[in-house]
């Protein structure tokens, strides 16, 4: 038994380390394809800054509420079939100069408070650097995770966990 607590505890400790890098690294496709502290294809570098002065929670959601972002359980890699969405607000940002973007990450109910709110900010870069891979100007956009603490549907069964995971989008201006 206290075998398998140590390796627990090990490999808890391991999990732990490798989420609290800070930036993600996207690959020649536009997939995403873990953290590290790596070029974007633009020169650029996946950097998280804040936009001083917006609050997200002033933001509109619905505007692109048609645009969500799901993820899979336990997961901040962006879907293949989640990737016209990103591609439609990256053309939708070009087309509207002037706006703000925050991407608000969430979880489903399942896992302690930090644990999800860590997780939410990993999903939240990770729409943000796709974006970013996709051509968007980083001045314009912030991130946000709300971990599980609003929910777009109550429930504690898969429909509900399903629609939680996701990455949403409010717009500022």
């Not at 490999?11 to 995403?32: E, F, M, P, R, Y």
Request: aromatic letters at 8%.
């Amino acid at each position: 038994m206290k075998k398998h607590i140590c390796l627990f505890a090990a490999a808890l400790t391991i999990s732990l380390t490798a989420c609290s890098t800070d930036h993600k690294k996207i690959d020649g496709n536009g997939g995403v394809t873990g953290y590290e502290t790596e070029a974007l294809p633009d020169g650029g570098f996946a950097q998280h800054e804040r936009i001083p002065g917006l609050n997200p929670d002033d933001a509109d959601y619905g505007t692109l509420a048609a645009h969500v972002v799901h993820f899979d359980f336990d997961s901040f890699t962006v879907r293949v079939s989640e990737r016209p969405k990103l591609e439609f607000i990256a053309k939708w940002l070009a087309a509207n100069p002037g706006v703000k973007l925050v991407i608000a990450g969430h979880t489903d109910s399942r896992g302690t408070v930090q644990y999800n709110v860590a997780l939410g900010e990993r999903r939240a870069l990770a729409t943000r650097d796709y974006l970013l891979g996709l051509g968007a100007d980083a001045a314009v956009l912030t991130t946000i995770s709300y971990g599980k603490e609003h929910p777009a549907r109550h429930g504690e069964n898969e429909g509900a966990w399903a629609a939680n995971r996701r990455a949403e989008f409010g717009v500022a201006r």
